[in-house]
């Protein structure tokens, strides 16, 4: 940073250039937690650098996964509380990326706001680094960009991307799942990030329905505004443990689309996941959507992960060692089903 580098005109914009300055100072004692053996440079340079190390990988596949936060940051300004959103955002990409096996090597985030408030960014950095650490991810680098007149000075929006590695003939892509393999849930810590446009509508979120910090019986006490923030568990030293030890045939990322959309998406053709929906431990946040929207049972579990942040396929033969595996990993993991000859990818019943 140049203590000389500062424009009255472009700051009469609505552009501080030296609040960015001062934001990147505030998180970087957060991005120094993330730090492992393939950083190289400090934050601050035109590209983050990674250095990869291929010990023991024959045959390197780079996996990569993009999203954002989406309107969970709502709940996040409503709430003025920042330190957690960054976390929904790295989990959305490191969830997906092992869904295939591969390990997250690095993550880079983007901020855009109406106006860069130093402190706020760096709150919210700390818990995209926070998401590294829980993931073993280095954050490497990152943006943010100022928007006067695209947004209010009081809005962001944040997104990011991770990168892994996986040996080619380790990616986890379903052609050994076969009829009779069982299918495992993973427990979600509560909305994650998904569905929340059908949250703002039937919470009335957007008028800042005063109910929302009201203490709610059904939630155990707890607020509605502050049990959606919860932010959005990181299943991936825990997947990374499983498949070091059993033959994991398929994960799904349970996200945007439930269960009709996703756990489709690791079934090959001609099978399908039966799933018994009794065994599923639904969350009390579900049922209160469902009551205070009249929200269909099939639109519930084709919007939310109705408590179950992924699913993983094994042999029936490898169940009780998976669990334990993950019981281990301190996992609240449970079977839901099994996987059946079907033209229908999935079957709920």
Do not use: W
């Amino acid at each position: 940073m140049s203590i000389n580098s500062r424009s009255e005109s472009y700051a009469a914009a609505g552009v501080d250039i030296t609040a960015g300055y001062k934001a990147v100072e505030l998180m970087k004692k957060h991005i120094l937690r993330t730090k492992n053996e393939g950083c190289l440079d400090d934050v601050g340079g035109f590209g983050g650098c990674f250095g990869l190390n291929l010990d023991g990988i024959k045959n390197p596949v780079l996996v990569s996964g993009t999203d954002g936060v989406g309107t969970k940051l709502k709940m996040a300004i409503l709430l003025n509380k920042h330190d957690t959103i960054g976390i929904d955002c790295v989990a959305m990409c490191v969830n997906d990326i092992i869904c295939c096996g591969a390990k997250p090597l690095f993550f880079l985030d983007y901020i855009a706001c109406g106006k860069n408030y130093p402190e706020r960014i760096a709150e919210i950095v700390s818990g995209v680094a926070e998401g590294c650490v829980q993931s073993g991810a280095a954050l490497i680098g990152g943006e943010t960009a100022e928007h006067p007149g695209m947004m209010p000075v009081d809005e962001y929006d944040l997104a990011g991307f991770a990168v892994g590695v996986v040996d080619k003939e380790k990616i986890i892509d379903n052609t050994k799942m076969s009829e009779g393999d069982v299918v495992i849930a993973l427990a979600s810590t509560g909305i994650h990030s998904n569905g929340f446009s059908l949250c703002r509508k039937v919470f009335d979120i957007d008028n800042n329905n005063p109910d929302l910090y009201v203490p709610n019986e059904a939630l155990g006490g707890k607020t509605i505004a502050e049990t959606l923030l919860v932010p959005t568990k990181i299943y991936v030293k825990s997947v990374l443990s499983l498949i070091e030890k059993i033959n994991v045939k398929g994960i799904s990322h349970i996200t945007g689309g439930g269960f009709y959309e996703n756990i489709p998406r690791s079934i090959p053709d001609g099978l399908g996941a039966k799933i018994d929906k009794s065994s599923v431990k639904v969350l009390p946040i579900f049922d209160l959507i469902a009551k205070t929207g009249n929200i269909s049972e099939r639109d519930m579990f084709n919007t939310y992960n109705m408590g179950v942040g992924m699913s993983i396929v094994v042999a029936k033969d490898d169940v009780d060692e998976a669990l334990a595996i993950l019981k281990e990993c301190g996992e609240d993991a449970y079977v839901i089903g099994e996987i059946v000859k079907s033209e229908d990818k999935i079957e709920i019943c």
